[in-house]
T-cell receptor
Framework: ETGVTQTPRHLVMGMTNKKSLKCEQH?????MYWYKQSAKKPLELMFV???????ENNSVPSRFSPECPNSSHLFLHLHTLQPEDSALYLC??????????????FGQGTRLTVV | AQKITQTQPGMFVQEKEAVTLDCTYD???????LFWYKQPSSGEMIFLIY??????QNATEGRYSLNFQKARKSANLVISASQLGDSAMYFC???????????????FGKGTHLIIQP
């Protein structure tokens, strides 16, 4: 257990569905992240939130919509996805810009399949 | 250009042997951190070890050590006395601390698939 919890662990959705991924951390961290891990590609940073404010959007299509209502929760709202969006979506959290930060702590991921 | 390069897509190692996983990085930021993560087949990313760019000594965490060669921009992970449970994907990552722009998260390499054989 890393202290970062993601739900659901697995999700299958149709291209016309709307679903949301949830991430929760109670580590007292101020920064939260969404990463996408596709087969045979490096992990890709999607979004960064610092103190609930979005500070990074890595050219992510608008069919992915993040939401950070407070520093402990992060959502990724999904709508009209494509089959190529099937991937493992990882949430992470960390202290903001600490030189001695040990790490971003990752959740177990949501394995998303778009059919 | 890739910021993190892991040149070994896969490795087979005999149990109890030491293994070195290669990682080179590219940055002009003088302040950065290097990380290694382990990802078993279950999917979670498990933090292993961290090296700061200003750290004088190589980081060690139990059986894991980081061979940090700053001039060569390399940060190889060394696992001593490998175990069957070490079989997993291993990712090298970097975080640049003082850059005004760019991603605020971690930049990952493509990973190395390590298989420990009995």
């Amino acid at each position: 257990e890393t202290g970062v919890t993601q739900t659901p662990r697995h999700l299958v959705m149709g291209m016309t569905n709307k679903k949301s991924l949830k991430c929760e951390q109670h580590l007292g961290h101020n920064a939260m992240y969404w990463y996408k891990q596709s087969a045979k590609k490096p992990l890709e940073l999607m979004f960064v939130y610092n103190f609930k404010e979005q500070t990074e959007n890595n050219s992510v299509p608008s069919r992915f919509s993040p939401e950070c209502p407070n520093s402990s929760h992060l959502f990724l709202h999904l709508h009209t996805l494509q089959p190529e969006d099937s991937a493992l979506y990882l949430c992470a959290s960390s202290q903001k810009k600490q030189m001695d930060t040990r790490s971003a702590f990752f959740g177990q991921g949501t394995r998303l399949t778009v059919v | 250009a890739q910021k993190i390069t892991q040149t070994q897509p896969g490795m087979f190692v005999q149990e109890k042997e030491a293994v070195t996983l290669d990682c080179t990085y590219d940055t002009s930021d003088p302040s950065y951190g290097l990380f290694w993560y382990k990802q078993p087949s279950s999917g979670e990313m498990i933090f292993l070890i961290y090296q700061g760019s200003y750290d004088q000594q190589n980081a060690t965490e139990g059986r894991y050590s980081l061979n940090f060669q700053k001039a060569r921009k390399s940060a190889n992970l060394v696992i001593s006395a490998s175990q069957l449970g070490d079989s997993a994907m291993y990712f090298c990552a970097m975080r640049e601390f003082s850059s005004g722009g760019g991603a605020d998260g971690l930049t990952f390499g493509k990973g190395t698939h390590l298989i420990i054989q009995p």
